[in-house]
Protein backbone atom coordinates (compact mmCIF):
# COMPACT_ATOMS: atom_id res chain seq x y z
CA UNK A 1 0.00 0.00 0.00
CA UNK A 2 1.13 3.61 -0.03
CA UNK A 3 3.42 4.20 2.33
CA UNK A 4 6.37 7.06 3.38
CA UNK A 5 9.75 5.45 4.94
CA UNK A 6 11.80 8.76 6.70
CA UNK A 7 15.61 8.36 8.28
CA UNK A 8 15.26 6.82 11.56
CA UNK A 9 16.48 9.40 14.34
CA UNK A 10 17.48 10.72 16.17
CA UNK A 11 19.66 13.40 14.51
CA UNK A 12 21.96 15.87 16.55
CA UNK A 13 23.77 18.61 14.82
CA UNK A 14 25.24 21.97 15.87
CA UNK A 15 24.55 25.16 15.32
CA UNK A 16 24.38 26.26 11.46
CA UNK A 17 25.27 22.59 10.37
CA UNK A 18 23.86 21.60 7.21
CA UNK A 19 20.81 19.31 7.68
CA UNK A 20 19.72 16.74 5.53
CA UNK A 21 16.71 14.01 6.36
CA UNK A 22 15.78 11.64 3.82
CA UNK A 23 12.40 10.44 2.63
CA UNK A 24 11.21 7.87 0.27
CA UNK A 25 7.46 6.62 -0.24
CA UNK A 26 5.64 4.19 -2.10
CA UNK A 27 2.26 4.98 -4.23
CA UNK A 28 0.17 3.91 -6.88
CA UNK A 29 -0.69 7.10 -8.31
CA UNK A 30 0.55 10.35 -8.23
CA UNK A 31 0.94 11.72 -4.15
CA UNK A 32 1.20 15.24 -2.96
CA UNK A 33 4.04 15.69 -0.63
CA UNK A 34 4.53 17.15 2.66
CA UNK A 35 6.78 17.99 5.51
CA UNK A 36 5.10 18.72 8.78
CA UNK A 37 6.99 19.37 11.71
CA UNK A 38 6.14 19.00 15.21
CA UNK A 39 7.30 21.17 18.60
CA UNK A 40 7.14 19.78 21.82
CA UNK A 41 3.57 19.61 23.58
CA UNK A 42 1.94 20.84 20.12
CA UNK A 43 0.22 19.92 17.11
CA UNK A 44 1.67 19.24 13.83
CA UNK A 45 2.43 22.60 11.08
CA UNK A 46 2.87 22.20 7.72
CA UNK A 47 6.64 23.13 6.83
CA UNK A 48 6.43 22.77 2.91
CA UNK A 49 4.79 20.99 0.72
CA UNK A 50 5.05 19.70 -3.47
CA UNK A 51 2.57 18.91 -5.70
CA UNK A 52 3.68 17.22 -8.38
CA UNK A 53 7.02 15.80 -10.16
CA UNK A 54 10.23 18.58 -9.80
CA UNK A 55 8.03 20.77 -7.63
CA UNK A 56 10.16 22.56 -4.63
CA UNK A 57 8.76 23.69 -1.48
CA UNK A 58 10.48 25.87 0.49
CA UNK A 59 10.01 27.68 3.92
CA UNK A 60 12.09 29.00 6.52
CA UNK A 61 14.95 28.08 4.99
CA UNK A 62 14.10 24.39 4.53
CA UNK A 63 14.00 22.79 1.12
CA UNK A 64 12.66 19.83 -0.48
CA UNK A 65 12.22 18.75 -4.21
CA UNK A 66 10.07 15.77 -5.15
CA UNK A 67 11.83 13.36 -7.47
CA UNK A 68 9.87 10.75 -9.07
CA UNK A 69 12.68 9.08 -10.67
CA UNK A 70 14.01 8.17 -6.82
CA UNK A 71 10.23 8.53 -5.58
CA UNK A 72 11.97 10.70 -2.46
CA UNK A 73 11.32 14.12 -0.99
CA UNK A 74 14.39 14.58 0.92
CA UNK A 75 14.27 17.61 3.54
CA UNK A 76 17.35 20.15 3.49
CA UNK A 77 18.31 23.45 5.00
CA UNK A 78 22.18 24.75 4.84
CA UNK A 79 22.15 26.26 8.46
CA UNK A 80 20.00 25.02 11.31
CA UNK A 81 19.36 27.02 14.18
CA UNK A 82 18.63 25.67 17.99
CA UNK A 83 14.95 27.20 17.46
CA UNK A 84 14.79 24.12 14.52
CA UNK A 85 14.75 21.60 17.24
CA UNK A 86 11.53 19.39 16.91
CA UNK A 87 10.20 16.08 15.36
CA UNK A 88 9.75 16.74 11.50
CA UNK A 89 7.28 14.15 9.54
CA UNK A 90 7.42 13.20 5.46
CA UNK A 91 3.95 12.57 4.06
CA UNK A 92 2.18 11.92 1.42
CA UNK A 93 -1.19 12.09 0.31
CA UNK A 94 -3.49 10.77 -2.57
CA UNK A 95 -6.67 12.13 -4.14
CA UNK A 96 -7.16 14.32 -1.49
CA UNK A 97 -8.11 11.77 1.50
CA UNK A 98 -6.14 10.53 4.34
CA UNK A 99 -2.23 11.34 4.82
CA UNK A 100 0.22 8.71 5.18
CA UNK A 101 3.06 10.07 7.64
CA UNK A 102 6.42 8.49 8.21
CA UNK A 103 7.28 7.93 11.76
CA UNK A 104 9.30 11.02 12.41
CA UNK A 105 13.18 12.23 12.57
CA UNK A 106 14.13 13.94 15.68
CA UNK A 107 16.46 16.77 15.58
CA UNK A 108 18.15 18.18 18.15
CA UNK A 109 20.37 20.93 17.21
CA UNK A 110 23.14 22.35 19.73
CA UNK A 111 24.47 25.93 20.19
CA UNK B 1 -10.06 32.30 11.83
CA UNK B 2 -8.27 29.92 15.21
CA UNK B 3 -7.09 27.83 13.30
CA UNK B 4 -7.86 23.73 14.51
CA UNK B 5 -9.09 22.98 18.03
CA UNK B 6 -9.42 20.19 20.18
CA UNK B 7 -10.96 20.10 23.52
CA UNK B 8 -10.22 18.63 26.09
CA UNK B 9 -5.95 19.10 26.10
CA UNK B 10 -5.78 16.07 28.33
CA UNK B 11 -8.07 13.46 29.33
CA UNK B 12 -7.08 11.02 32.22
CA UNK B 13 -9.29 7.56 32.50
CA UNK B 14 -9.49 4.37 34.32
CA UNK B 15 -9.91 1.75 32.21
CA UNK B 16 -13.19 1.02 31.20
CA UNK B 17 -14.96 4.25 31.05
CA UNK B 18 -15.91 5.98 28.03
CA UNK B 19 -14.63 9.19 26.87
CA UNK B 20 -15.52 11.81 24.13
CA UNK B 21 -13.28 14.59 22.22
CA UNK B 22 -14.20 17.25 20.25
CA UNK B 23 -12.54 18.78 17.37
CA UNK B 24 -13.66 22.06 16.27
CA UNK B 25 -11.96 22.67 12.35
CA UNK B 26 -11.14 25.78 10.25
CA UNK B 27 -14.75 27.06 10.01
CA UNK B 28 -14.83 27.16 6.37
CA UNK B 29 -13.29 23.22 5.65
CA UNK B 30 -15.71 20.99 4.75
CA UNK B 31 -13.61 18.00 5.14
CA UNK B 32 -12.25 16.70 8.49
CA UNK B 33 -10.10 14.06 9.83
CA UNK B 34 -9.45 11.77 13.00
CA UNK B 35 -5.79 10.67 13.77
CA UNK B 36 -4.38 8.75 16.18
CA UNK B 37 -0.47 8.81 17.47
CA UNK B 38 1.61 6.94 19.52
CA UNK B 39 4.93 7.68 21.23
CA UNK B 40 7.68 7.79 18.70
CA UNK B 41 5.29 7.29 15.53
CA UNK B 42 3.74 9.73 13.35
CA UNK B 43 -0.43 10.30 12.95
CA UNK B 44 -2.15 7.05 11.75
CA UNK B 45 -5.36 7.76 10.04
CA UNK B 46 -8.40 6.68 11.92
CA UNK B 47 -11.36 8.67 9.73
CA UNK B 48 -12.64 11.51 7.85
CA UNK B 49 -15.76 13.64 6.77
CA UNK B 50 -16.55 15.41 3.97
CA UNK B 51 -19.64 17.55 5.50
CA UNK B 52 -21.70 15.68 7.48
CA UNK B 53 -21.12 12.22 5.88
CA UNK B 54 -18.33 9.98 7.08
CA UNK B 55 -16.66 8.69 3.93
CA UNK B 56 -13.90 6.44 5.07
CA UNK B 57 -12.91 4.61 8.41
CA UNK B 58 -9.22 2.88 9.05
CA UNK B 59 -9.51 -0.69 10.50
CA UNK B 60 -7.74 0.75 13.23
CA UNK B 61 -11.34 2.21 14.00
CA UNK B 62 -12.65 -1.01 16.60
CA UNK B 63 -15.96 -1.24 17.33
CA UNK B 64 -15.15 0.69 20.22
CA UNK B 65 -14.65 3.88 18.50
CA UNK B 66 -17.57 6.08 16.79
CA UNK B 67 -17.12 9.69 15.41
CA UNK B 68 -19.91 12.52 14.21
CA UNK B 69 -20.48 15.05 12.69
CA UNK B 70 -23.81 16.06 13.02
CA UNK B 71 -23.87 19.25 11.57
CA UNK B 72 -20.84 19.48 9.23
CA UNK B 73 -19.24 21.14 11.26
CA UNK B 74 -17.24 20.09 14.93
CA UNK B 75 -16.60 16.68 15.53
CA UNK B 76 -16.71 14.31 18.11
CA UNK B 77 -14.44 10.72 18.88
CA UNK B 78 -16.22 9.04 21.33
CA UNK B 79 -14.25 5.61 22.90
CA UNK B 80 -16.16 3.58 24.93
CA UNK B 81 -15.01 0.69 27.21
CA UNK B 82 -11.30 2.29 26.82
CA UNK B 83 -8.21 -0.13 27.38
CA UNK B 84 -4.72 0.94 27.87
CA UNK B 85 -4.03 0.46 24.21
CA UNK B 86 -5.77 3.10 23.56
CA UNK B 87 -3.54 5.68 25.41
CA UNK B 88 -2.36 7.80 22.55
CA UNK B 89 -2.55 11.53 21.09
CA UNK B 90 -5.51 11.88 19.18
CA UNK B 91 -5.29 14.63 16.46
CA UNK B 92 -7.68 16.19 14.42
CA UNK B 93 -6.83 18.21 10.96
CA UNK B 94 -9.32 19.87 8.41
CA UNK B 95 -9.20 20.72 4.82
CA UNK B 96 -11.04 22.24 1.90
CA UNK B 97 -11.94 19.72 -1.50
CA UNK B 98 -11.14 20.85 -4.07
CA UNK B 99 -7.52 22.41 -3.64
CA UNK B 100 -4.15 21.54 -3.01
CA UNK B 101 -3.88 22.91 0.61
CA UNK B 102 -2.56 20.40 3.15
CA UNK B 103 -4.46 19.46 6.36
CA UNK B 104 -4.21 21.79 9.22
CA UNK B 105 -4.04 20.14 12.42
CA UNK B 106 -5.29 21.15 15.98
CA UNK B 107 -3.14 20.82 19.20
CA UNK B 108 -4.65 17.50 19.82
CA UNK B 109 -5.57 15.76 22.89
CA UNK B 110 -3.43 13.36 24.81
CA UNK B 111 -5.37 10.26 26.16
CA UNK B 112 -4.16 8.23 29.21
CA UNK B 113 -5.50 5.11 30.41
CA UNK B 114 -4.74 4.23 33.97
Known amino acids: GDSVTQMEGPVTLSEEAFLTINCTYT??????LFWYVQYPGEGLQLLLK?????DKGSNKGFEATYRKETTSFHLEKGSVQVSDSAVYFC??????????FGAGTRLTVKP | DTGVSQDPRHKITKRGQNVTFRCDPI?????LYWYRQTLGQGPEFLTY????????KSRLLSDRFSAERPKGSFSTLEIQRTEQGDSAMYLC????????????FGSGTRLTVV
Open chain 2, 93 to 104: ASSQTGTDMANT
Open chain 1, 27 to 32: ATGYPS
Open chain 1, 50 to 54: ATKAD
Open chain 1, 91 to 100: ALRLNNNDMR
Open chain 2, 27 to 31: SEHNR
Open chain 2, 49 to 56: FQNEAQLE
